[in-house]
Structure formats: structure tokens, C-alpha cells
């Protein structure tokens, strides 16, 4: 069975997540979504989400092609797919994902992963930030 494994915040989820993830689950058997924690979107996004963690969490796993959802590390986001072996990381048109650091930690770790990017799905209409300025949250 090939996993396949995604990621991301997923703090309004709107039709360009679900794009993502059923792009994701084309590329293999089983579809594992890595939901990030607060903390860690608030470093990389450097601000809150609007919904918990856990409220996050919840609502991707009600998605239809997500096999599995569990919410990410802490320290380390990639400990993750030391842990699970996806044969397949996908990420988002525009995660901020350094491939190379990545790469470096798959071979570092002896992990057969490929990685795919998805392309966006009418990015202009469907992207999480577009969304928060339009409702007036940044």
C-alpha cells in the first residue's frame, strides 16, 4: 500500500484544500494528512489560526478522501514521516516547505519519500489568506 502523506494548516478549509487533498489521494493508496499545531502555525504564520487545533483536526478528518488526519510534531515537522514512511510527501502550490532541507532529512534518515507538488486550484478565489482579508481577519 503507498501512503501518501500532506500537510498544512487547513484554518478555513475551503475548495482549495479539498483540491489538495484529492489531488494527494491520486497519487497513492492512502491519503495521511498532517494537521499543523497551534504553535507551530503561529511561528511560521506569525499569527493565530482562527480555530483550535484541535477544531482543525476534526474537520479535515469528516473529508471524504482523507484516509487518516493526525495533528503534527512540535519540535520537529518532519518527525512525522520518520515515524509513518510515506512513500509519497505532497505539498501545496504554496507551502513554504524547503525542499532541499527536506531532501536532507529524507536521505539523513534513509526515507524512500518522492515529492510532488499540487498546483493551485483557482488560487485568486481559493487561498486561506485571500479569504481571512476578504472577512477583514489578517
Known sequence: ??????????????????????????????LIVVVATDSNIEKLKGSDPLNDQEQRLEVVKAV??????MLGSEENMFDIISELKPGIIALGYDQKVD??????????????SEIVRIG???AERHKSSLIKKKLGIS
Do not use: Q, W
Not at 2 to 28: C, N, Q, S, T, W
Not at 99 to 112: D, H, S, T
Open 64 to 69: 471524504k478522501s482523507v484516509d487518516d488526519a
Open 120 to 122: 493551485a486550484f483557482e
Open 99 to 112: 525542499g532541499k532541507g527536506l531532501r536532507a532529512f529524507l536521505e539523513k534518515n534513509k526515507i524512500n
Open 1 to 30: 500500500m503507498r501512503k501518501v502523506m500532506a500537510f498544512g494548516a487547513f484554518d478555513i478549509l475551503h475548495p482549495g484544500h479539498l483540491y489538495y487533498f484529492r489531488e494527494a489521494k491520486k497519487l497513492g493508496d492512502e
